[in-house]
């Protein structure tokens, strides 16, 4: 499969965009509503799937199933270079954070991320879904359950709420995370959702009830704040919003116990 | 899958991802092969070989990953065979010894994936339960209210009669003492003897072709139906038919099944109605008898009529006066609740055939039961 090959630049520093160059034929997929800005020659076109697909209708249709599953759209933007010499096109992280470059290629061909990390990338690069099927009780975790699985020999990048920790873990090396703080890892690192079993810290601490557990070797991407935190603090000092807390990976502001007790844990 | 394990056959190359100290900490790409039971593993840079003590394990994302893992001379080696031919070529050359690791290994990741699949159908399962037990709370509700049904004691469903009675006073004129109530309780306690329950026979003053019973020994006979009856037997007939509802509970039973219903409703779909009991009983009064009911009220009513030595003739004769009913004059409300067909009178009709008596004659003089009640507009005409 033949890939883009893309420069790039990332402008800023807490709330940060990435600005693509792309070559006259070149092109990149961007998520829908990311695009900042782009240069004359520059031709968007809506496409349905991930357009990394060589199968037919149905390939399409599958891979735009799988999309649906993890909570994105449908279609995904292309921009491609129709003009002559190089254009540019700059797509902007949701909210402060940083935007994390991956070679894929320097990285085995695989990245497994945290579903509403993925911002951009070259033409070519597949998005997949992928479950962490070591559930046990991790399906109560929330995140962490649904990944996104990128593939592919180029660029794509992905964003991380709050600052970023990046950690190559030597085989064997484990490193406990609350599941809302994985950002990204390879394939090699083994990734387990534990039950952490103190039902009186998740209920009054405000800490998961969850926590990944991340065993080497590979790289790992951790972000210091998840967007669900954000969005959580913003809500509870929002007096008209008046929305439920929802705590990541806490029984009682996951929705499942959420209900019956108004999820009133603080998160800290 | 053994090799053939001619040590000096060479096994054809594979590719994957190599971590050794030293290099990259994301693993570089490499390729290997089997040679001489040792993994011989090439990078861009240099050459590595596993140890004799390697071993095969699985790890990684959901344990999608195959690796040789061997302790080098200056730390931990890992060999990430990709997935695809790469692994059939890793297993075509893998050294005896560690066949039952490698397969180990696939167990590990196949586990992984049962285990998925079985959480997903629990919580599939888990999705479908309400849908199921209203599935369940409507195909097998018959056979869950004879179970109830039969654990509820004859004081509590005399209770529940009790209830209705007292509803039955409040709506109706109901005759306390009389000819026409005299009459039907000595018919009634002829179809009763030995019974279980305490029966409370009433006569309503109601212009209409009806009886009813309610749990626990309550029989209700309108004036209308007295009226109609063109003899004791008749009138026999018809409290022979309610008496054995009563016996076979069948008005508990309705009253279970509504009220389990609604409850079952209410709890499944949410809409708890406090009215619930009070509509179940109200409802009992309009009750719908199913077909198999009634069938079985003929049955063991006929017994009854034969048991007691009351000409069940009458039981059947009714019934035509009941089916024979000239279109356009009011469906008698006996019929609404006592689904009759030409089928069930010939069938009753039948059955009657085969007793013949001797009959006792009823010590009834029926002309003066009829008197005793209000001269009522005569049932059927036009109101």
């Known amino acids: 499969m033949a890939m883009d090959v893309v420069d790039y630049e990332i402008f800023g520093s807490e709330m940060q965009y990435v600005e693509v160059e792309l070559d006259p034929g070149e092109a990149a997929i961007g998520e829908a509503g990311v695009m900042m800005y782009m240069q004359e020659g520059i031709t968007m076109d809506t496409i349905f799937g991930d357009g990394s697909q060589q199968g037919g209708f149905f390939g399409k249709l599958m891979g735009a199933g799988k999309r649906l599953l993890t909570g994105e759209g449908l279609f995904t933007t292309v921009f491609e270079n129709s003009g002559s010499g190089k254009q540019r096109v700059a797509f902007a992280a949701p909210y402060p954070g940083k935007i994390v470059p991956m070679d894929l290629s320097q990285l085995g061909g695989t990245i497994i991320c945290q579903k509403d990390s993925f911002l951009c990338a070259a033409k070519g690069v597949a998005l997949g879904i992928a479950f962490q099927k070591k559930l046990g009780v991790g399906l109560f975790g929330g995140e962490g359950f649904i990944m996104q699985k990128l593939d592919g020999d180029g660029m794509a990048f992905v964003h991380a709420g709050g600052t970023l920790m990046e950690r190559t873990l030597a085989p064997g090396e484990t490193l406990r995370v609350d599941t809302g703080c994985v950002v990204a890892f390879q394939p090699t690192v083994d990734f387990d959702i534990q039950f952490v079993g103190k039902v009186k810290s998740a209920i009054f601490g405000g800490e998961g009830l969850f926590f990944a557990t991340l065993r080497g070797p590979g790289k790992v991407w951790l972000q210091s704040l998840p967007l669900s935190r954000l969005a959580n603090r913003i809500i509870l000092s929002a007096p008209a919003a008046g929305g439920r807390s929802a705590d990541q990976g806490s029984l009682l502001g996951a929705g499942v116990l959420g209900g019956l007790i108004g999820g009133g844990s603080n998160d800290e | ?383």
């Open chain 2, 1 to 383: 899958m053994l090799s053939s394990s001619s040590e000096a056959a060479a096994h054809s190359p594979f590719t994957g991802r190599f971590f050794a100290p030293g290099l990259d900490g994301v693993g570089v790409a490499a390729s290997a092969r089997w040679q001489h039971g040792r993994l011989q593993v090439q990078t861009a840079e240099q050459t590595w070989e596993s140890e004799p003590d390697a071993r095969v394990q699985s790890g990684g994302f959901n344990a999608t990953q195959l690796a040789l893992v061997w302790a080098g001379a200056d730390g931990e080696c890992r060999f990430y065979v990709d997935a695809g031919a790469s692994r059939m070529a890793f297993a075509a050359g893998l050294p005896a010894h560690l066949t039952p690791q490698h397969q180990a290994a696939g167990n590990a990741s196949a586990k992984v994936e049962r285990r998925f699949r079985l959480w997903w159908a629990a919580l599939a399962l888990l999705a479908l339960v309400p849908l199921l037990a209203l599935v369940l709370l409507i195909t097998r509700v018959d056979d869950a209210v004879g179970w109830l049904v039969k654990h509820i004691p004859h004081e509590q469903e005399a209770k529940l009669g009790d209830l209705v009675l007292a509803q039955t006073r409040a709506q109706m004129r109901v005759m306390e003492s009389g000819p026409a109530v005299d009459a039907v309780r000595l018919m009634g306690q002829r179809l009763t003897t030995g019974s279980a329950y305490t029966y409370r026979w009433l006569v309503v003053d109601k212009a209409e072709l009806n009886a009813f019973t309610a749990p626990g020994g309550v029989v209700v006979v309108y004036s209308g139906l007295l009226q109609a009856a063109r003899t004791p037997e008749e009138a026999a007939g018809v409290i022979a038919h309610e008496v054995a509802h009563a016996e076979l509970r069948h008005g508990l039973q309705g009253m279970v099944k509504a009220l389990g219903v609604r409850a079952g409703a209410a709890v499944l779909l949410g809409e708890w109605s406090g009215a619930a009991l009070g509509q179940a009983m109200t409802g009992l009064l309009e009750m719908k008898f199913s077909r198999e009911a009634e069938e079985a009220a003929d049955a063991e009513g006929l017994r009854r009529l034969v048991a007691a030595r009351i000409n069940p003739a009458g039981m059947a004769d009714f019934m035509d006066t009941l089916v024979k009913q000239s279109p356009g004059v009011a469906v008698p409300e006996l019929l609404s609740t006592h689904p009759a067909s030409e089928g069930r009178a010939t069938r009753l009709r039948e059955a009657v055939k085969a007793h013949t008596g001797p009959w006792d004659v009823l010590p009834l003089d029926w002309v003066a039961v009829q008197k005793s009640l209000s001269p009522a507009e005569k049932v059927g005409s036009a109101q």
